[in-house]
């Protein structure tokens, strides 16, 4: 156990803990990362530990093969040090320290606050949630798309979609998959994209890359569907504002239009108007 719990975890209300995000970071130069782990600390139940999810393949389909036993070792290394020195943790600044010096391809996120009960469910919960598997992150992506047909469909303009259009830009590394698309002059790739639950350097870097391939997208005439842009849904958690207008500039920089899922009267008024 990383943590000594006064009393019995079952019988105490909830308090604050801090939880910081573990990233697989190969060259910080790049600002790219994915999500591995997640660090939990409870000052006031002295609980410390680190969990990580099986992301290898995921790590490389984003970074090409990697040194999976060097990651191994790495995570290994995060925690055993939490369980073994959970007691020399005894506030925020403590576990800030800890993550401040952490410099190798394994790096922690600030710790960001988060109401807990029971400090092993709410770890599994962080996991699941912030890192979870292919499986889930493919299960994930399949409830956005769903969620979005259901008020696409609601607001009577589903008829004047097409579904699950891919194109391959010859610049682009891989095809850009989209569940739903539209014309209007060109065909518009509607790709709905989940920050929620995400931290913010995450979102600006997957803000990134997207914008990017949306500009790439919008220099591409297709073969077959002739000129194509690209068009963001993209969901937050409501107290997530800074990161919003944070993507929403970044995709504003590189020309491709952000619509959020409490912001959609735009995109299908526009959709509407295409279809007379």
């Known amino acids: 156990m990383g943590g000594v719990h006064r009393g019995g975890i079952a019988h105490m209300s909830s308090t604050k803990g801090y939880y910081s995000i573990i990233q697989y970071c190969p060259d910080p130069s790049r600002l790219e990362a994915v999500n591995i782990g997640v660090a939990l600390f409870c ?13 290898r393949t995921t790590v490389h389909q984003l970074f090409g093969k990697q040194d999976w036993e060097f990651v191994t070792l790495q995570q290994s290394a995060i925690e055993a040090r939490l369980a073994r020195e959970h007691e020399a943790f ?3 600044e403590d576990f800030e320290a800890y993550v401040s010096r952490r410099a190798n391809a394994l790096m922690l996120t600030s710790p960001r ?3 807990v009960e029971n400090p092993e469910s709410e770890l599994k919960n962080l996991l699941r949630r912030l890192v979870g598997s292919q499986r889930e992150s493919a299960e994930r992506a399949a409830r956005i798309s769903k969620e979005l047909g259901e008020i696409l469909r609601s607001a009577g303009v589903a008829s004047h979609l097409r ?7 010859p610049s682009l590394p891989r095809p850009v998959k989209v569940p739903f698309a539209y014309q209007n002059g060109r065909l518009n790739l509607i790709e709905p994209i ?6 913010a350097a995450a979102i ?15 220099d591409y005439n297709d073969p077959e569907l002739g000129k194509v842009g690209l068009v963001v849904v993209a969901k937050f958690a409501p107290e997530q504002e800074h990161e919003r207008n944070t993507a929403a500039i970044v995709f504003e920089k590189h020309g491709v239009p952000m619509h959020t899922f409490g912001t959609l ?12």
Do not use: C, M, Y
């Not at 914008?211 to 919008?218: D, K, Q, T, W, Y």
């Open 194 to 199: 989940q920050f929620e639950g995400q931290t």
């Open 43 to 55: 000052p006031e139940l002295r609980f410390l530990r680190a969990r990580f999810g099986r992301r």
């Open 90 to 92: 005894q506030t925020l």
């Open 113 to 115: 606050p988060v109401k």
């Open 204 to 218: 600006f870097n997957r803000a990134s890359v997207w914008a990017v391939e949306g500009e790439f997208l919008a």
């Open 265 to 276: 009267e735009p995109l299908i008024e526009d959709i509407r108007q295409q279809s007379h």
């Open 163 to 169: 579904r699950d259009v891919t194109v391959h830009p």
